[in-house]
């Protein structure tokens, strides 16, 4: 029997497969397909203190293996995701990863405080690094003292183990990484989306209506692959990674870089069942490949 | 139900210039509730184009399993759709959103549809007819070569078409033609550009009305928040085109 | 008529259209394919002080709408370029732009103020951004200071513009185009790569032999075109755009983005015929959207 | 003349287990020189896959203007190319590289070959042959269900195969065979996995070879550098194998 199974702080994994925050919502929607108990985990849409509404319309555009969003962190903030979302979650055995996000370190504190008290969330992603909102958000993902500063204050109120996204739109992310483990993060989440740009040939004018958006999907996974590779060599800290995985040997790839988990994001509006299939089809590869569990391909490429 | 499937194509013609009519075959037909909902459609097994494109039903057959669509061929996705030949297999994820309310009209309604947003009016017209509803259409389209399904709204009702260079039918949009129809019906229905939209909501303050809305979609579930709208609930309600919609009562939708 | 044109420091552009450095070799493959005259201009391979062997194989490694590649400069040194390749293409009625590398500033220095008296030069162009040599390259693009210093330097020896070609991996590229225009710049080039790796997940081994490789190709055009705008918004100095250029409709793009010429790398090996193609295509396109001139286009996404 | 073409399929097979038998038509055949040469396939019309595939010219005919390659399905870029049709187009850059130098033959050959690396020596020794030289055929495969050609090359002289498992002729690799062959040749020629090429090359250190080699390639033509080797000329020497190969003589390639 090939085992799946995967421990990182806060979490016990069935298997290393979770949506990526953003693009599975609370989870009700994807709930009217499958059984989300399958899931690994599951990282729910980013929570601010206050309900967002979001950046205007166009929020999306497709690129080539790619898209753009500017969706701008809409949520039912802290009060609706704890009171309606996370309690509806209850219901499947599944460990639920909360995605925080704000303007201030006070907003990450106040949601980071509240929302780790919630019984079916086992763990806190920091999102500083979300580049569609117009302050805060990415500059506390681009300088290692702010991001230090800011691990240091969320894990001071958290009841739960803290894991904090990078930003790809870095110089060194080597050197956030070590500034967020010195600030006491229990793990990494990476990558959040980078920073580009579509326009409307006829026009001229940029297709998304906030102008520039974040680029997910299979195209930015070099990039991604890159730099999990990068920070797993040179921090301890273990990572969830991400960025453009969209089939099974794509997990594998992460895993590889030294992921210990992979997070799936943009590949479930493609195919909406990509979660539950990759997770059918790891046992079999990691067979093929000659391995008897998920946790011993962690890092294989470190080791070659 | 939503299902993602693997269906598989009967037909395909260029029913006017660039407009294809697309019929294919599949169980997931058996979910379809309404006329106005849609599909969502991966055009190719690759990652470029990446996103499925939303196309809605014009019409469905559940004895025969199949469903038909008419979209214009314009940009990537639509062009590759184009290549689709009899036998191919389609990944379709559907049926999606809430269709129009056949239930909401009593006598005699208006239906009032613009270019590609035509095709779900030819269905909710079948549907109002059997209900014994009279139904006048409306059809705007640019040009005589762009117009489709003339005769076949024709066996339903009265129908009127406007072209915006006037090569078939009046000249200009449909709002030109209603300003020149009485108001004697109960119920309008309208898919279309949304200044089209706005214009006929304008025209009909006092009526009843259902739209249909088209927003840039990511999931096409609900899940994503790529295709919100506001609403005139209040500051903060919004909905979302696709799960929510895409047909809503008049009023509701700031687009 | 339409009026394909562009002035630039150095270059007297016939039309926007070349191939970027590194992509094109010296220009002899494609001599062989279509008279090298209907181009822009041709930016030539990096030039070093020494010829170079550059990187062992693979070298090159396809991703999504991308490839990474990891050559390493080879390139025949100065004395070969300067000596055979640059009077070689001689022969053809076409500016060259020649691009510039090294490990220290000496070795920009010599190779600039040598090749700059090669009668076709019109323009240099200072790589300080190749990802792919282990030392120096990669450092002059990624610190304000250095690149300011570099240009200065540069600028310093050179008997034609110098064009400074930027790298996408830095957190802020503003900063960076600032400071090589206040050290004197006459124009910037980018974007070069994106820092990239693949795994094989058969053995869990990198693809390229370098370990990581830069990703070009239409995957990178989002941020490429999002790095022009921001740049071309906030500095004086025109820019040469690239980065995923593959039809007519890109090039518009980068111009409507503020790029006053446009660069095609990668995509020359999908279509050899791209250049051409898209020179060809070019007027037609912008009589449909109701421009008489390519200039006109130029920057058009800041006036909307 | 290197030309990019809109080829048409003529004819697609599978011949072995995933090995595929193509055959394309047009006038870029009418360039092809020499067996050994090679065309660079761009197998669909999208940006994913992005990069061209190389593949060696198995046979042509000029009067057909019609040329054969033989392929594995593997990757994602060969699995696409066994989706093409007979009447389906396929944009082929070629003909590229220099091919075998049939004239260094002077009475006897000995073709040795393995796996994909089989298919060029079948033009070779239809030209050898042509040239009144002896032609001797030691290919190697993975297993009896990827022997292709195997009648075809008996056709043309002795033929003898070694399968890895066993499972068809000889078992193990073309050196055992090679070890139990007399070494009556004048030239060999070689094409296959580099490790084949390395252990031909030991095996007949006195003798005239010529290999062909395989790289990871981009441009295809000479201009991007991906697809060099080192020589055995000089610490600085280099060839590139797209356009200085991909055959070469043996002994000169470090690989
Ligand atoms: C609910 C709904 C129903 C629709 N029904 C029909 C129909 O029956 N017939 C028809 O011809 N068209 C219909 N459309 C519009 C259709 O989705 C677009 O024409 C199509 O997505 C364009 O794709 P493309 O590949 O041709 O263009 P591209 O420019 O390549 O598309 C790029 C991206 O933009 C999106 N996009 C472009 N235009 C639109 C648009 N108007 N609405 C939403 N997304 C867009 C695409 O989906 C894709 O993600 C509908 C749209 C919606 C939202
Ligand atoms: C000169 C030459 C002649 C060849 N002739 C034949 C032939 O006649 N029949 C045949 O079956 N194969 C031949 N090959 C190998 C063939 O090119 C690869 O099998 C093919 O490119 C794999 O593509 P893929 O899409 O299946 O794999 P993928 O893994 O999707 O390929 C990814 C990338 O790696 C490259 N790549 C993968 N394997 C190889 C390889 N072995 N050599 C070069 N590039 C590779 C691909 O071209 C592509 O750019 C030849 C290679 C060369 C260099
Ligand atoms: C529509 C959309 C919304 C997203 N929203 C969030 C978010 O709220 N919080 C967050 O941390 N990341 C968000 N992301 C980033 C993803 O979680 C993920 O990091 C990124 O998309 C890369 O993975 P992918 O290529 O698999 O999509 C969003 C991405 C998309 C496409
Ligand atoms: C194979 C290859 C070699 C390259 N060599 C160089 C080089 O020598 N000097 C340089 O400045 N850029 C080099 N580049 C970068 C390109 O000039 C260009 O900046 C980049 O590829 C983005 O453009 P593209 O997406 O159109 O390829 C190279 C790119 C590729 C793909
Ligand atoms: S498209 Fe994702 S929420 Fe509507
Ligand atoms: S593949 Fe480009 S030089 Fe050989």
Redesign the interface.
């Known amino acids: 029997m090939t085992n799946l199974a995967i421990k990182l702080p806060g979490l016990e994994l069935k298997n290393p497969i979770m949506p990526a925050s953003?693009?599975?919502?609370f989870g009700?929607?994807?709930a009217?397909?499958y059984d989300l108990s399958q899931l690994g985990a599951i990282m729910i849409?980013a929570t601010t203190v206050e309900?967002r509404?979001?950046n205007p319309?166009?929020?999306?555009?497709?690129?080539?293996?790619?898209?753009?969003?500017a969706?701008g962190l809409?949520n039912p903030g802290l009060e609706g995701v704890m009171g309606s979302e996370l309690t509806w979650l209850e219901q499947f055995d599944v460990p639920i990863i909360a995605n925080v996000a704000g303007t201030t370190t006070e907003d990450y504190v106040e949601v980071a405080k509240q929302i780790s008290t919630s019984p079916n969330v086992h763990a806190l992603e920091i999102n500083i690094s979300c580049p569609n909102v117009k302050q805060g958000g990415i500059t506390f993902g681009?300088d290692p003292d702010v991001a230090r500063e800011l691990t240091q204050a969320v894990k001071a109120v958290s009841s739960v183990p803290v894991y904090i996204k990078l930003s790809p739109?870095?110089?060194?992310i080597v050197s956030i990484a070590k500034a967020v483990e010195e600030g006491g993060a229990d793990g990494i989440t990476m990558i959040n989306t980078?920073?580009?740009?579509?326009?409307d040939?006829?026009?001229?004018?940029?297709v998304i209506a906030n102008i520039?958006g974040g680029?997910s999907?299979?195209?930015?996974?070099?990039?991604a692959?890159?730099m999990v590779?990068e920070v797993s060599r040179q921090t301890d800290l273990p990572i969830i990674g991400m960025g453009?995985v969209?089939d099974v040997?794509d997990a594998?790839?992460f895993l590889?870089?030294g992921a210990s988990a992979v997070a799936v994001g943009?590949a479930?509006?493609?195919?909406?069942?990509v979660c539950p299939e990759i997770i059918e089809k790891l046992p079999e590869r990691l067979h093929e490949?000659g391995f008897g569990s998920a946790e011993e391909?962690i890092g294989?490429?470190h080791r070659? | 139900?939503?299902r993602?499937q693997h269906m598989t194509v009967v037909s395909q013609q260029e029913i006017a210039h660039r407009i294809f009519e697309l019929t294919v075959e599949g169980d997931l037909v058996n979910d379809m509730m309404a006329p106005g909902q849609f599909v969502h459609i991966?055009v190719a097994d690759s990652?470029?184009?990446?996103?499925?494109r939303p196309i809605s039903v014009a019409s469905y057959d559940k004895e025969k399993r199949q469903f038909t669509m008419i979209y214009r061929a314009e940009g990537r996705g639509t062009n590759l759709l184009a290549e689709k030949r009899p036998g191919d297999g389609l990944d379709v994820?559907g049926p999606l959103g809430n269709g129009f309310p056949v239930e909401e009209a009593a006598k005699k309604a208006y239906l009032i549809g613009g270019g590609i947003g035509v095709p779900p009016l030819y269905e909710l017209s079948k549907a109002l007819n059997g209900r014994g509803i009279e139904t006048v259409h409306i059809l705007g389209f640019e040009s005589k070569s762009a117009v489709f399904y003339e005769a076949k709204f024709k066996e339903l009702g009265d129908t009127h078409i406007a072209t915006v260079d006037g090569s078939h039918g009046t000249e200009g949009f449909v709002t030109h033609i209603l300003n020149e129809l009485p108001k004697d019906f109960d119920a309008y229905f309208s898919c279309g550009p949304t200044a089209m939209l706005e214009a006929v909501q304008w025209a009909y303050p006092e009526k009843k009305g259902f739209l249909s809305y088209e927003?840039?979609?990511?999931?096409?579930?609900?899940?994503?928040?790529?295709?919100?709208?506001?609403t005139t609930k209040s500051e903060?309600d919004?909905i979302k085109v696709c799960?929510d919609g895409p047909v809503f009562r008049a009023g509701v939708v700031i687009s």
């Not at chain 2, 990652?47 to 499925?52: G, Q, S, V």
């Not at chain 2, 927003?215 to 506001?230: D, E, K, N």
Request: proline fraction near 7%; glycine fraction near 10%; aromatic fraction near 8%.
């Open positions: 953003g693009c599975f919502g009700k929607e994807y009217k397909l849409k309900m509404l979001g319309t166009p929020r999306v555009a497709e690129t080539a293996s790619g898209m753009l969003n969706i809409q681009t739109n870095v110089t060194n980078l920073l580009g740009m579509r326009l040939p006829k026009t001229g004018r940029p520039t680029l999907g299979p195209a930015i996974k070099p990039v692959l890159r590779y453009g969209a040997d594998i790839d590889s870089a943009t479930n509006f493609v195919n909406p069942f490949l391909l294989r490429s070659l | 139900m939503i993602q991966r990652y470029e184009p990446l996103l499925r994820l927003q840039r979609m990511g999931c096409g579930i609900g899940a994503c928040f790529a295709c919100v709208c506001r903060t919004y799960s």
